[in-house]
């Protein structure tokens, strides 16, 4: 297993001159303060709302830039460059939500290739609410994030780089502190093509280890049940993960003792492998639950307790 450094933050393969180039966009606004906009007000029409979100995704992108006032704007953190960080900051302002305490998140990103594609893992210690890929080839690479079906995503190619986002417009969380992103024939991809930052629900990046793996995604037969309950017992959430041998549709619910359902965690269509939801408890009681997993004639369950 080879461990990679921690990659810079900025999706770009020219990172010391970003910030030049941004100051450079602004001209002296930047500089001198001559800008009156206000953060996250790309179109300067004194709104914060969907307009100015779609216009800082285009630039993250490169599909189109923004300049001068509206650059100073999109740089919502002020850290002389605009990424995932300030569009989780601008979901934010716009929701008029509160700053969470600080979270410190650390994740470890592992790189695996399965065939002709590669899955990056990511493995997280809080919840993760966007992430950036940046990704150096000749040709367009189609980028897949695995379950999370709230999760939006927008990707674009041009000069050798295809820009992937994953992010809530409501600032949800990932399902789970495990998320996988398939990369589509970028298997023999070089690592030091691949560049991402993770980032928690306060738009704060994480701390982040790479390492590539060597087996094989799909090395091996999986089993039907519940591979992870954690933790347990719990207040307010735990992270459920599962496996399925084939694909198919799935229901994973919660019940409680007397055999009624409370709450459906997840339904849907679920492709061979490992998955993994976050079942957020809040409004229910203390007391023990079961999390049931149905899978046409599979059904798997386990205790869970939960206390407040």
């Known amino acids: 297993m080879?461990?990679?450094?921690?990659?810079?933050?900025?999706?770009?393969?020219?990172?010391?001159?970003?910030?030049?180039?941004?100051?450079e966009n602004c001209g002296s606004l930047c500089e001198g303060g001559a800008c009156t906009t206000a953060a996250g007000d790309l179109n300067e029409d004194?709104?914060?709302?969907?307009?100015?979100?779609?216009?800082?995704?285009?630039?993250?992108?490169?599909?189109?830039?923004?300049?001068?006032?509206?650059?100073?704007?999109?740089?919502?953190?002020?850290?002389?460059?605009?990424?995932?960080?300030?569009?989780i900051s601008l979901v934010n302002a716009i929701l008029g939500s509160a700053r969470s305490a600080q979270l410190n998140g650390y994740a470890e990103i592992k790189y695996v290739s399965s065939g002709d594609d590669m899955i990056i893992h990511i493995n997280?210690?809080?919840?993760?609410?966007?992430?950036?890929?940046?990704?150096?080839?000749?040709?367009?690479?189609?980028v897949e994030l695995k379950d999370n079906s709230h999760i939006k995503q927008n990707?674009?190619?041009?000069?050798?780089?295809?820009?992937?986002?994953?992010?809530?417009?409501?600032?949800?969380?990932?399902?789970?502190?495990?998320t996988e992103i398939l990369v589509h024939s970028?298997?023999?991809?070089?690592?030091?093509?691949?560049?991402?930052?993770?980032?928690?629900?306060?738009?704060?990046?994480?701390?982040?280890?790479h390492y590539q793996g060597s087996e094989n995604y799909q090395g091996g037969p999986q089993s039907f049940?519940?591979?992870?309950?954690?933790?347990?017992?719990?207040?307010?959430?735990?992270?459920?993960?599962?496996?399925?041998?084939?694909?198919?549709?799935?229901?994973?619910?919660?019940?409680?003792v007397r055999g009624n359902e409370v709450d459906i965690i997840f339904e849907g269509a679920q492709s061979v492998g490992q998955h993994s939801y976050t079942w957020n408890a809040a409004s229910f009681p203390s007391g023990v639950y079961y999390i049931r997993l149905q899978a046409g004639d599979m059904i798997t369950s386990q205790k869970a307790l939960l206390i407040k």
């Open 225 to 256: 049940e519940i591979t992870k309950l954690y933790p347990n017992p719990f207040n307010p959430s735990t992270e459920i993960g599962f496996s399925m041998p084939v694909g198919g549709h799935v229901q994973l619910a919660a019940y409680d």
């Open 124 to 142: 997280s210690d809080v919840d993760l609410a966007g992430i950036q890929l940046s990704l150096l080839n000749d040709t367009q690479i189609d």
């Open 186 to 209: 970028a298997g023999k991809l070089n690592m030091k093509d691949i560049q991402i930052i993770v980032a928690d629900i306060n738009g704060d990046a994480l701390n982040v280890s």
């Open 46 to 87: 004194e709104i914060l709302n969907i307009q100015d979100l779609i216009t800082m995704v285009n630039h993250i992108l490169g599909s189109s830039l923004v300049a001068d006032c509206a650059l100073e704007a999109a740089d919502m953190n002020m850290d002389g460059i605009v990424n995932i960080q300030d569009l």
């Open 2 to 23: 080879q461990v990679f450094d921690k990659m810079n933050n900025a999706g770009s393969w020219s990172i010391g001159s970003r910030m030049d180039q941004m100051l």
């Open 155 to 178: 990707s674009y190619f041009q000069n050798g780089i295809t820009r992937y986002l994953a992010y809530s417009m409501f600032n949800q969380p990932f399902d789970g502190w495990t």
